[in-house]
Nanobody, 117 residues
Framework: QVQLVESGGGLVQTGGSLRLSCAASGSIFTITNMRWYRQAPGRQREWVAY???????DYADSVKGRFTISRDNDKNTLYLQMNGLKPEDTAVYYCHAGARELGLTYWGQGTQVTVSS
């Protein structure tokens, strides 16, 4: 099992920045990739960013050039640096971990990000 705990959300003005963190614990050695998702009120959860154990990253078009995903393996922590925030970035942000070889996935509880106009 893997436990994920997000932090770093909050209220920020348009154009501001936030850094989300996701602390992982448990059977971390089984994780092969991690992602950030978000869910805005009344909308489906959508994928935001991806990073695998080799350091490959990928981003949704809506955040490309503004958000950066990274991980600190020594701290077992995933990050999402969000710059140039827009009101449409307002959502609950969720950390996700995949253990591909085991066919398992894990979710954090989410952290609220609100961008005021």
């Amino acid at each position: 099992q893997v436990q994920l705990v997000e932090s770093g959300g909050g209220l920020v003005q348009t154009g501001g920045s936030l850094r989300l963190s996701c602390a992982a614990s448990g059977s971390i050695f089984t994780i092969t990739n991690m992602r950030w998702y978000r869910q805005a009120p009344g909308r489906q959860r959508e994928w935001v960013a991806y990073i695998n154990n080799g350091g490959k990253t990928d981003y949704a078009d809506s955040v490309k050039g503004r958000f950066t995903i990274s991980r600190d393996n020594d701290k077992n922590t995933l990050y999402l640096q969000m710059n140039g925030l827009k009101p449409e970035d307002t959502a609950v942000y969720y950390c996700h971990a995949g253990a591909r070889e085991l066919g398992l996935t894990y979710w954090g509880q989410g952290t609220q990000v609100t961008v005021s106009s």
